[in-house]
């Protein structure tokens, strides 16, 4: 099953309707064909971050996209639920390098002298890009152009031949933005073999220059720059579309079809689902963090919510408790949920508490889950305690432990009301826009106590008196309603099955295949492709 939120999706004529924002990832708006938009595709795969992918058909853009602040240019960057957007492609792609700095490949080098370089590489190629685009046009005299375009090319020969241990620009391990600006068009130039424009190309004499031709076959063989690369067919058919029109646009579904620019599935987001025969070790992940947990789990939703929210992707296993094997039991947390662990299980991280918070401290993205600011720091602390001695009376509920657990749960309720009525502006806890780990970490438990209505534990249900707490209530509605939380959100019905089974076997644990079918689940988990 594909993640819709990852889903190419193909925007051209009466399809061209504005799509809901993504609630987890960034949305690129651009052209599969278009070099501008390939830097920031290229940027988002080499730094290995998932993104959703709207490829646009010029001719049929409607007014909304012409909104959107680039006037109707690509590439767009829109941030998860439309919290903001970038454009201009050198801005894209370092805004993505940026965001993203926690990433072990940055496309910017952090040493100031060859980030340096870099950028004197990068001006070199905004002089080398008109030249480009004299040749697909068929601008001015070959002679001329080709003479003109030769200072620039023999710099790129010259900085290249000067490496003494790898073929990528000023001797680095990997492409920096001096590989990554100059490729897309450097490769569509060489496309133009076998065009009407194959006469411009041939004054460029580019077989002249054996070092960056050497590396622009380095660049071809790079499996992540691979997946972004322009298609030679397409582009072959744009420039005799363009020679045939006239005019000089990027449509889809002529010379560019649709399955070819399908993005595929992810491998390492996959969701893993262990249970029986199927409880095997997975093999170590490569690229992201590795949530172990199961779907229903309150402890495990806090994480999965800290990462939604701050736009991180994570593969998810989700663990049938009562097949955990030996290998599971002896890892760091004994067999209890959740258990992150780093790419190339370089460590795992266990409670609940501690994940979501060094979720929040290891990736420095916009979001902040727990603030800066001391006093309000403080506060979600305090809410956060708070939190603590409610979660108990929780379980006392479930678990029918005392016959006025109902007062109690009555007491704490009224104090996380109080606490909501101080807001003047915000919808969160602490008057905040956004939640924090106060909203976070109650949000799980709260959420399943309303569960229990229509349940055996109906009787529990009706004593608490929810109507009593208006600005509570209030609140949980404006958690459901955020894009990002629903996406962790606990089913209710699949909650009601585990309640069920509970009651009937006695026995309190979380299982999968029975009620927690993965297509029960309307909420699916975050960050997965495709379901095994």
Not at 193 to 216: D, F, I, N, R, V
């Amino acid at each position: 099953m594909e993640d819709q939120n990852l889903k190419t999706l193909w925007l051209v004529g009466d399809d061209f309707v504005q799509p809901s924002p993504n609630p987890v990832y960034m949305r690129l708006y651009g052209h599969p064909l278009c070099p501008y938009v390939e830097r920031s595709r290229m940027t988002f795969h080499l730094k290995e971050i998932p993104f959703q992918f709207c490829c646009v058909d010029f001719p049929s853009r409607p007014q909304w996209f012409k909104e959107l602040g680039s006037e109707g240019r690509v590439p767009v960057l829109e941030l998860p639920n439309n919290k903001g957007r970038v454009i201009e492609s050198a801005v894209v792609a370092q805004f993505v390098d940026d965001y993203y700095c926690k990433c072990y490949y940055q496309a910017f080098p952090k040493d100031p002298i060859v980030k340096a370089k870099v950028k004197i590489a990068i001006e070199k190629v905004n002089s080398f890009v008109p030249f480009f685009y004299k040749c697909l046009k068929e601008d001015g005299e070959k002679a001329e152009v080709g003479e003109a375009a030769k200072p620039i090319l023999e710099w790129f020969e010259a900085s290249l031949k000067s490496n003494k241990k790898t073929e990528y620009f000023l001797d680095q391990e990997a492409p920096t933005f001096a590989d990554i600006f100059l490729f897309p068009h450097f490769t569509r130039l060489t496309y133009l073999e076998g065009t009407k424009c194959e006469p411009y190309l041939k004054e460029l004499k580019l077989e002249s220059y054996p070092h960056l031709m050497k590396w622009h076959k380095k660049m071809l063989d790079h499996p992540k720059v691979q997946k972004s690369l322009c298609c030679k067919e397409a582009f072959q058919g744009f420039v005799k579309d363009m020679k045939e029109t006239g005019v000089l646009t990027l449509k889809l579904g002529t010379y560019c079809d649709k399955e070819k620019f399908t993005a595929p599935a992810e491998p390492n987001l996959l969701i893993l689902r262990l249970k029986d025969e199927t409880f095997v070790k997975p093999p170590v992940n490569p690229q992201y963090m590795r949530l172990y947990g199961h779907p229903l789990c309150p402890y495990v939703e806090r994480s999965r919510m800290t990462l939604g929210l701050k736009g991180v992707p994570f593969q998810f296993v989700q663990i049938d408790f009562p097949s955990r094997p030996d290998w599971f039991k002896n890892m760091e947390s004994a067999g209890r949920v959740p258990l992150l662990e780093l790419p190339n299980e370089e460590a795992r991280i266990n409670e609940s508490a501690v994940v979501a918070q060094f979720i929040d401290e290891y990736y420095q993205t916009p979001f902040k889950a727990m603030p800066e600011e001391a006093f309000l720091k403080a506060w979600v602390k305090v809410v956060m305690a708070k939190v603590d001695g409610f979660v108990p009376l929780f379980y006392k509920a479930l678990k029918e432990e005392d016959e006025n657990v109902a007062e109690a749960i009555r007491t704490s309720l009224t104090w996380f009301e109080n606490k909501l009525k101080e807001n003047t502006c915000g919808s969160y806890f602490l008057n905040q826009k956004e939640p924090t780990f106060a909203d976070i970490f109650f949000f799980p438990h709260f959420t399943r106590l309303l569960y229990f209505e229509g349940t055996k534990l109906n009787k529990v249900f009706e004593e608490i008196k929810f109507k009593d707490f208006p600005r509570v209530m209030l609140w949980h509605e404006t958690m459901k309603k955020n894009p990002t939380v629903q996406v962790s959100l606990c089913d209710k019905e699949a909650f009601h099955g585990f309640l069920e089974d509970y009651k009937s076997t006695g026995v309190l644990t979380l299982k999968l295949g029975t009620y927690c079918q993965f297509k029960s689940l309307k909420n699916t988990p975050l960050c997965f492709s495709q379901f095994i």
